[in-house]
């Protein structure tokens, strides 16, 4: 027998991380687990033989810290501790920032060279290199523990080789004296370096990497607000009918077999079966078809539903983690766990690259001692080549370019949610689509009056809509849009339409097997309007007053602007579009032929939904799925790049990688070319972050690099890099 657990991971840099603690606690005999780096959780599944505190001790033994989760009503507290961890890393950019510009100011600046300066700017740099740097010294001990390289490898490298140095060159060396100044010359020369310091080398590039880690930390924390918003979604009181009393208590106290109440407008409790009254359910969060469900006694309905008609008594089937909602939220919870892990650029390169240094490094120093020349000298040449190999552009390559094409995304109406969601637009080959509220509006919508022979449409339009007036349903407020007036003896009649005397006249609205009931029979022409609608996918309603059928008025979902023209575009883009629904075939079908869409997948629940993006996947498909309701949320996650329109919950906002504050499809196709421009710049800032740092490592291995020339070279990278960032202002 095997126990599932969910774990907290802390202390994880980069999804190498991942992998190192993913592999340790899959070593343990019967243990399988997966490790995501994006939501920091384990998903665990261990037999008998092995206890929690055993995994625990592997995750710790791995150079990580663990934590067992919180039971429910305690998972509030968990957020102080998720907060204070994004706190302490800014706490450490700002204390570094503050004490490294004047370190930076005094070495690039003669005139600020006071006596002493030296001693000043290591009084300084201290804290930054030390206590400032401390993320990525104790992530490259660890990662050098397990055989492995990164970016934290390159950046505690190079920050305690200019830092050791310099204390090397003040307390053994010339650099500490009274008067020592470094003048304002890029020079080539050799010496044996003890007269120089790179304490701004040190500050410099812990600054610029902590502003990196800080803005990628901050929007990397929310991947797990998906699953707190979901579950937020569910009512949070009741009431309970016993023995004929109502009583209001707390959602979460129900237990199967309650009897509960729900009122017009008020959100089901959980999921259970009608017992009493009849109303009109909006069940679009978890269907995503805008047209309301008709229940009555003997249906089912399920929790965090709207009830949007009369009053209901309904008997509690399911409830806690059995509910339809807390499966929702386990299918988004699998299909974020088990999304790519992208790792950054910057960490493959430099799984490469500092191994290389290292070598260089050591080759150097082989080789300066080999020819005889002063140990002195020969250590600085290796301990420069250590330092010029630490480029502080590497830690704004990423950081500037999202900082800027993230906020002209947010001018066009496109948020970002990190730099893992930029780096799968560019191998994304399928866009799924979902309907309602993607490609149409989602909100039910007069489409068109078809008037019998000699009845004026306007009259068919005006008298329908005052009586609807009087009605909650939301077919009745679509068909009331913009009329009001006296409704004399009005009458719902359940699940069929209603009817009142309106302007002198009985007039009748609903079904056509209504009016049939009623003696008013629809004639030839009506009746193929009713057909022509429901071919369609639309909601045909039948209007008769005096004795005769009059006219039919088709509700609709309608199509945005612009969605023909986005599909347009995604397929310019190298995207085939799939149009994936829960509405009906004949619904989804004409929507599709309207905006130009071939592939249609409707009828589909949230888990069929995950299963089909999953399906594609299996097939080497790279997919996007734009959507925007709760039903989208676990899709959304699933899928390769999530795309959430700003219109719709939270729930697919937070699940998703881009989020589109309008509700205009054509946006997402925009994101998708915002996100390759970006990643794009973030690949050549990369380039170049390197390219000045290895063109200036052979000046570094030969001995003659100085303070000014390595300070040149971090300025003039880390400008080309916010310049060429810039660029991205222009994208229109």
Known sequence: MTTDLELSISGMTCASCANRIERKLNKLDGVEASVNYATEKARVSFPETVTPEDLLRTVEAAGYAAALPQPEREAPAEEPARDAELDGLRDRLLVSAVLSVPVIAMAMVPALQVEYWQWLSLTLAAPVAVWGAWPFHRAAWTNLRHGATTMDTLVSLGVLSAFGWSLVALFAGTAGEPGMTHAFEISVDRTDGLSNIYLEVAAGVTTFLLAGRYFEKRSKRRAGDALRALLDLGAKDV????????????????????????????????????????????????????????????????????????????????????????????????????????????????????????????????????????????????????????????????????????????????????????????????????????????????????????????????????????????????IAAGHSGEVDGFAALAGLGVRGRVEGHDVVVGRPSLLAEQGLPLEASLVAAVDAAEARGRTAVAVGWDGRARGVLVVADTVKDGSAEAVARFRSLGLAPVLLTGDNERAARAVAAEVGIDDVVAGVMPEEKVDHVRRLQEQGRVVAMVGDGVNDAAALAQADLGIAMGAGTDVAIEASDLTLVRGDLRVAADAVRLSRRTLGTIRSNLVWAFGYNVAALPLAAAGLLNPMLAGAAMALSSVFVVANSLRLRTFR
């Open 239 to 478: 009431v309970v009918l016993r023995d004929g009393v109502e009583t209001a208590m707390p959602a979460d106290q129900l237990v199967v077999g309650d009897v509960f109440v729900v009122r017009p407008g008020e959100k089901i409790a959980t999921d259970g079966v009608v017992e009493g009254g009849t109303s009109a359910v909006d069940a679009s969060m978890l269907t995503g078809e805008p047209v309301p469900v008709e229940v009555g006694p003997g249906d089912t309905v399920t929790g965090a539903t709207v009830n949007a008609g009369g009053r209901l008594v309904v008997r509690a089937t399911r409830v806690g983690a059995d509910t339809r909602l807390a499966q929702m939220a386990r299918l988004v919870e699998d299909a974020q766990s088990g999304k790519a892990r992208a790792q950054r650029l910057a960490d493959r390169v430099s799984g490469v690259f500092v191994p290389v240094v290292v070598v260089l490094a050591v080759a150097t120093l082989g080789f300066w001692l080999g020819s005889g020349v002063a140990t002195s000298a020969a250590f600085a040449a290796a301990v420069s080549v250590l330092i010029i190999a630490c480029p502080c552009a590497l830690g704004l390559a990423t950081p500037t370019a999202l900082l800027v094409g993230t906020g002209r995304g947010a001018q066009l109406g496109i948020l970002v949610r990190g730099p893992e969601a930029l780096e799968q637009t560019r191998r994304v080959d399928t866009v799924v689509l979902d309907k309602t509220g993607t490609v149409t509006t989602g909100e039910m919508s007069l489409a068109d009056v078809v008037a019998a022979e000699g009845t004026d449409p306007a009259d068919v339009r005006r008298l329908a809509g005052v009586l609807e007036s009087a009605s909650e349903h939301p077919i009745a407020r679509a």
